[in-house]
C-alpha cells in the first residue's frame, strides 16, 4: 500500500544518513525510481526524499547517465500542478 511505502521511504531516508557505500546508495535510487511516477503525491515526495539523501553518496557519472536530477524536476512539476486542491 501507499503507506506502507512512505513508511519504507522514512525508513530509507533515516539510512541513508549514514550510508557511505557508492554502491548501495545506487541500488536504493534504482528501486526508488519507478516510484517517480507513482499516482499518489505523497509516494512521489518520499521517493524525491530518499533520492535527495542518496544523492551524495552515489556516483556523479551514475546520477548524471540516470537523468536523476531531471526525473525529479519532472516529477515535481507533475505533482504540483496535478494537486491544486489537495495542497
Given amino acids: 500500500s501507499e503507506w506502507t511505502q512512505i513508511a519504507i521511504f522514512d525508513l530509507l531516508v533515516d ?3 549514514d550510508l557511505v557505500d ?3 546508495a545506487q541500488s536504493i535510487a534504482e528501486r526508488v525510481l519507478p516510484r517517480l511516477a ?3 503525491h505523497a509516494v512521489v515526495i ?3 526524499k530518499v533520492l535527495v539523501a542518496v544523492k551524495g553518496t552515489a556516483r556523479r557519472d551514475f546520477w548524471r ?3 536523476i536530477d ?3 524536476a519532472a516529477a515535481l512539476s507533475t505533482t504540483i500542478s496535478t ?3 489537495e495542497m
Fill in 15 to 17: 539510512y541513508a544518513a
Fill in 22 to 24: 557508492p554502491e548501495a
Fill in 38 to 40: 507513482h499516482a499518489n
Fill in 46 to 48: 518520499g521517493a524525491v
Fill in 65 to 67: 547517465q540516470r537523468g
Fill in 70 to 72: 531531471r526525473r525529479i
Fill in 83 to 85: 494537486s491544486s486542491s
